[in-house]
């Protein structure tokens, strides 16, 4: 009986033995399967995002190059410079719009006409229809600058180096761009937008229809046959199973529970992930944003002169976003000028009617440091200041972190008063104020920082530095504008040394939408 028993134990542990190393091998094998089969459904999604953005940029440069080679216009006249301006401020992907002659640069809707033609370099690239393309061509401005061009007959473009911006390259990375004709069995060069040079890509990948294994990596292709363009993503095994090796554990521990937590996780990856850069993004892409508008009063007089306008955001949970964190999840995503670009639209659209009663009205607008060396910023205000709207009416506010690079700054602020803006150092005081500072930087005034105003009628240190700052701007001739007034005797401080130095703050006006500040010109006005 006991011999039975003892083999009957010996049998159960075998058994128990051999199903859990089944369990352990399905585990394995379904768990590799699975996360081979979810990382190359996400290679799919993502190459054909890519693909998708790519077609957008191909036939947006197709377009603006068939208008610019019909211009009417004789090249480089006024009416031919102000129809690539147009051009190149409606494209979404383009910085600029030039125009050739017998393989030499004449002009551009951001350079102007030059006073003398510019031979063209060798391209890198020759399409079959007679287009070129230049990898990393030595731009006219900015100087120093390099950027995709492409061209055809009379004209080229300069694609930006943001088109594929909002796809980082972390643990995929990708190329995407036009198939080289010319390719060989060995290997298949790709010029791709968005990202510096070119790679080989192994020919069947180009020629599947599914995910490629290849040199211990994992690519994915998305091609169009149209543009004779291609999207590649890739990973290495290598980072697939690092990135994975807590699921994998995961699966072999679960045994019998496999088939479950591979769906899960299949579930998992495949769901997106929708952060709030993300939700800002589609946001900027639906006009989802709006802009409201802070009094800025002459604190004499009480007399309504300006409004500050500022992006309002509600995200897509229905949670109002402040606009510092709109400016920071902007800024850290790249695409912080497409926030400056709508806020001053809108604002241009919306005190219209305000200058018709006030034609000395001041809209300010918040400038990143992106937007110094943006292009795109100074043909926006060739397009949209005519009619009532003049330069005047429109003025820009720096921070002084946006000013920390001189050089860049410098030159910006001399660009925007010599077009007739006023531009203000905001929140002064707080960063790298002095003397030498204003000077270097010859703007018109400067804003003080609401933590200087708090402290009014108070023995604090802050306090103290105040009639220093007004003391700074009375000896360089500066415009004042006192943020975050409060209280009455928090203006009658500033206005009892000069009744002209202007202020905004609580005690004059929350942000409002345009029809509000319409309301609050006209109700000051009587």
Not at 231 to 258: K, P, T
Request: glycine share 8%; aromatic share 8%.
């Amino acid at each position: 009986m006991l011999k039975i028993q003892s083999i009957d134990r010996h049998n159960r542990l075998w058994m128990s033995s051999v199903a859990i190393l089944l369990g352990v091998l399905a585990g394995y094998f379904v768990g590799t399967e699975s996360i081979l089969f979810a990382t190359s459904t996400h290679l799919g999604d993502y190459s054909s995002q890519l693909l998708q953005r790519e077609e957008e940029l191909i036939d947006e440069v197709a377009s603006t190059l068939k208008q610019a080679n019909a211009s009417p216009y004789t090249p480089c006249s006024e009416q031919d410079i102000a129809l690539m301006r147009r051009l190149a401020f409606s494209a979404r992907f383009l910085k600029d719009v030039g125009r050739l002659h017998q393989n030499t640069f004449l002009c551009s809707a951001t350079t102007g006409k030059l006073t003398a033609p510019i031979p063209l370099l060798k391209p890198d690239f020759t399409l079959s229809s007679g287009a070129v393309i230049y990898r990393s061509y030595p731009l006219h401005v900015p100087a120093g600058a390099h950027g995709e061009i492409a061209g055809y007959q009379n004209a080229d473009v300069v694609i930006g180096s943001d088109v594929f911006s909002d796809f980082p390259q972390n643990s995929a990375s990708y190329a995407v761009g036009v198939v080289d004709p010319d390719y060989s069995k060995q290997g298949t060069t790709i010029i791709f937008s968005g990202v510096s040079g070119a790679i080989t890509i192994p020919y069947k990948v180009l020629e599947s229809q599914g995910t490629v294994r290849s040199a211990n990596k994992m690519y994915r292709a998305s091609c169009d046959p149209r543009h004779t363009a291609c999207a590649v993503a890739e990973i290495s095994m290598q980072e697939v199973w690092r990135s994975n090796r807590v699921l994998l554990s995961g699966y072999i521990a679960s045994g019998a529970g496999a088939g479950i937590s591979c769906a899960a996780a299949i579930v998992l990856a495949r769901r997106r992930k929708r952060n709030q850069t993300g939700q800002l993004k589609r946001a900027i892409l639906d006009g989802k944003l709006t802009v409201a508008y802070q009094p800025i009063v002459e604190l004499g007089s009480h007399r309504i002169v300006g409004a500050e306008a500022l992006a309002r955001w509600i995200d897509e949970d229905g949670e109002h976003v402040h606009p510092e964190t709109i400016i920071g999840l902007a800024e850290a995503g790249g695409f912080v000028s497409e926030i400056t670009q709508f806020v001053l639209t809108r604002a241009i659209e919306e005190i219209a009617p305000i200058l018709e009663s006030n034609p000395a009205f001041r809209v300010t607008i918040n400038l990143a440091p992106a937007d110094l060396d943006d292009p795109k910023l100074l043909l926006l205000l060739n397009e949209k200041l005519n009619g009532p709207i003049q330069a005047r009416n429109v003025a820009f506010e720096l921070s002084e972190r946006a000013t920390s690079n001189r050089e860049v700054a410098v030159a910006a602020i001399r660009r925007l008063r010599e077009r007739g803006h006023a531009t203000f150092i905001d929140d002064f005081g707080t960063g790298y104020s002095n003397l030498a500072y204003l000077t270097e930087l010859n703007v018109d005034g400067i804003k003080i920082n609401r933590s200087f105003i708090a402290t009014i009628g108070t023995e604090s240190v802050t306090a103290s530095i105040v009639p220093q700052i007004l003391a700074v701007a009375r000896a360089l001739n500066l415009d004042v504008v006192v943020q975050g007034i409060e209280r009455e005797d928090q203006a009658m401080y500033f206005a009892s040394d000069n009744p002209k130095i202007e202020g905004q703050g609580w005690f004059f006006g929350l942000p409002v939408p345009a029809k509000g500040l319409q309301y609050l010109c006209a109700e000051r006005s009587e």
